[in-house]
């Protein structure tokens, strides 16, 4: 079982940046591929960022390519999304998302390929 806590979030202008950060509990963490997902109200949720077990490749949504930088740190258990550049388009509940499956070779794009969810956290960003 894996547990995940995103933190971060909050309400920043429209140009800003936030980081987000995610901690995992689990033994199998670094094994893991990790994603984060967004929702906003009225909308499905929606893949922004993910990052393959080693950190050797990751996959960006064209929306937040550029501008959004995702890393992940496998002594610590965490996995981080830089924000920079912010539009109110990003305002959304950001997730993080374990994918359980052991040693991927390629980082999932879908939210059905995760396993694990955090609970979100809330990012509002004002024009």
């Known amino acids: 079982q894996v547990q995940l806590v995103e933190s971060g979030g909050g309400l920043v202008q429209a140009g800003g940046s936030l980081r987000l950060s995610c901690a995992a509990s689990g033994r199998s963490f670094s094994s893991y591929t990790m994603g984060w997902f967004r929702q906003a109200p009225g909308k499905e949720r929606e893949f922004v960022a993910g990052i393959l077990w080693s950190g050797a490749s990751t996959d960006y949504a064209d929306s937040v390519k550029g501008r959004f930088t995702i890393s992940r740190d496998n002594t610590k258990n965490t996995v981080n999304l830089q924000m920079n550049s912010l539009k109110p388009e990003d305002t959304a509940v950001y997730y993080c998302?374990?994918?359980?499956?052991?040693?991927?070779?390629?980082?999932?794009?879908?939210?059905?390929?995760?396993?694990?969810w955090g609970q979100g956290t809330q990012v509002t960003v004002s024009s």
């Open positions: 998302a374990a994918d359980a499956a052991n040693w991927s070779l390629h980082v999932g794009v879908r939210a059905a390929q995760y396993d694990y």
